[in-house]
């Protein structure tokens, strides 16, 4: 079982690249049983929206 360091490593790696089949089954197992790494991946999944509407915003605002 792959610790929540190594969960959320993973979950940084995900946002830039498709995660192989041998990544994302621990990944699931451990997201289930842990409370803590499913708000971590929810609070990137957040921040990552919020940066991509600043940015779109932003442009809007420039033309």
Request: proline letters at 2%; glycine letters at 2%; one cysteine or more.
């Amino acid at each position: 079982m792959l610790k929540c360091k190594e969960i959320t490593h993973l979950l940084s790696e995900a946002q830039d690249r498709e995660l192989s089949v041998t990544e994302k089954l621990p990944l699931r197992m451990h997201l289930l049983m842990c409370q803590g790494c499913r708000n971590f991946k929810k609070q990137m999944a957040f921040l990552r929206e919020a940066s991509r509407s600043y940015t779109s915003d932003r442009k809007d605002t420039e033309k």
